[in-house]
């Protein structure tokens, strides 16, 4: 039982970096993993990266390794994704989501059991 919300998107040039957040909230305290995933119209969700509740495992879409790093911050209930190097193929929705498996980092969508709204992020060149 969590709520996400995530924040942080907008428009940058190709080449720049944004840093999105999600912030979690719910009724009940549990522990969670944590991912990262966009979408286009037409698409399938793409996963990006996810982190086990500890951050003892991180995992990486080759798409995005060495230029987008997920971190959380469990005291305040924050998962980052840090986007640098930025394309206009990075151009997405993108969403957070939580596992109620908490030391696992899936990369499908369908292993997920709760999702942000999601925000925007438009890549120019």
């Known amino acids: 039982q969590v709520q996400l919300v995530e924040s942080g998107g907008g428009l940058v040039q ?41 951050s003892s495992f991180l995992r990486y879409a080759d798409s995005v390794k060495g230029r ?22 990075d151009t997405a929705v993108y969403y957070c989501a939580a596992s109620e498996a908490p030391y696992t980092a899936a990369d499908e969508p369908g292993m997920y059991d709760y999702w942000g709204q999601g925000t925007q992020v438009t890549v120019s060149s």
């Open 14 to 54: 190709a080449g720049g970096s944004l840093r999105l957040s999600c912030a979690a909230s719910g009724r009940t305290f549990s522990r969670y993993a944590m991912g990262w995933f966009r979408q286009t119209p037409g698409k399938e969700r793409e996963f990006l990266a996810a982190i086990t509740w500890s």
């Open 68 to 89: 987008f790093t997920i971190s959380r911050d469990n005291a305040k209930n924050t998962l980052y994704l840090q986007m640098n190097r930025l394309k206009p193929e």
